[in-house]
């Protein structure tokens, strides 16, 4: 039985969505404002688009590699990871409501060894994508003045 298990972060950010979508498509310079990353490397294309593969380097992790499968302008980008028995999906999703600008960052782990991997690294990944959402929020609206 294929299983999925997920960790997930929002948060309200004062800041317009372009302005956030453009801060998360310059992957290059995420580690300028998260310290859960090391370094980002685009491997086959020079620009941030569907098909670009992204080699990511994160403290206590091993680099892995991310194919962008999905981006809609302003509103969200999705990436795939794929190894011998696990996918990881994650999706970095803006959404403009009344009350203000959500961010809305989701990991999933599926495949036959999504259980034994997500219980090794969901409490490092969590302590990551908080880094990264609260550093977002920052960077964002320091751009927003």
């Not at 453009?22 to 490397?41: A, Q």
């Not at 990264?132 to 960077?139: A, Q, S, V």
Request: positive net charge; charged residues 25%; glycine residues 4%.
């Amino acid at each position: 039985m294929n299983h999925k298990y997920c960790v997930s972060k929002t948060i309200i950010v004062n800041a317009r969505a372009e302005i956030i979508f453009k801060i998360l498509i310059d992957v290059r310079n995420w580690n300028l404002w998260t310290k859960s990353i090391k370094r980002i490397e685009l491997l086959n294309k020079s620009n941030f688009e569907t098909g670009t593969k992204i080699k990511i380097v994160q403290p206590k992790l091993l680099p892995i590699t991310w194919e962008v499968t999905e981006i809609e302008k302003d509103r969200s980008f999705t990436w795939v990871s794929n190894s011998i028995g696990l996918k990881m999906t994650a999706r970095h999703a803006i959404v403009q409501k009344e009350e203000g600008t959500f961010v809305e960052l989701v990991t999933i782990y599926e495949g036959i060894l999504s259980g034994l991997i997500y219980k090794m690294t969901s409490a490092l990944t969590n302590e990551y994508m908080t880094m990264e959402i609260n550093g977002l929020k920052e960077e964002a609206e320091k751009e927003n003045i």
